[in-house]
Every structure is written in C-alpha cells, then in structure tokens.
C-alpha cells in the first residue's frame, strides 16, 4: 500500500486516496507563497504523504508566523 500520492502513480494506482491526516499531527509553514522554501515544504509534505495545506499556512508577506504547538 502506497503511502504517498507520488508512490501510488508510480505503481499505477491512479484512484489512490491518501489516508486522512489532522493539522495537529504536521507542522504549519511560515515560508511565503510561491518561494523557494515553501515548495520545498509542499514536495516534502507530498513525499512523506501529508496533506499539502495545512489551514494555518502562512498566507501572505503580513500574515504573522503560525505558532508552533507542543504534541
């Protein structure tokens, strides 16, 4: 069983839904839009199989940084 989206192409599995995954459970971006370092954040985030947002994702240049939370 694949465990990535990217995996399950690579198989041929094209119907491939990628189990459910809470925000609690990955780190928000405080990388901006459309850097560097945010598609860095998005290709590690489908590699290792996690949603590719997170709902408190730095969204723009005046958007605080996400808190991080203990878990």
Do not use: C, Q, Y
Not at 30 to 49: F, H, I, Q, S, Y
């Amino acid at each position: 069983m694949p465990k990535s989206v990217l995996e399950a192409i690579k198989m041929g599995l094209w119907d491939f839904e990628p189990l459910e995954v809470e925000s609690s459970e990955f780190d928000a971006s405080n990388a901006m839009p459309g850097t560097k370092d945010k598609l860095k954040e998005l290709a590690e985030r489908a590699r290792t199989g996690l949603p590719l947002w997170h709902p408190e994702d730095r969204t723009d240049v005046e958007a605080l940084p996400p808190v991080r939370k203990p878990r």
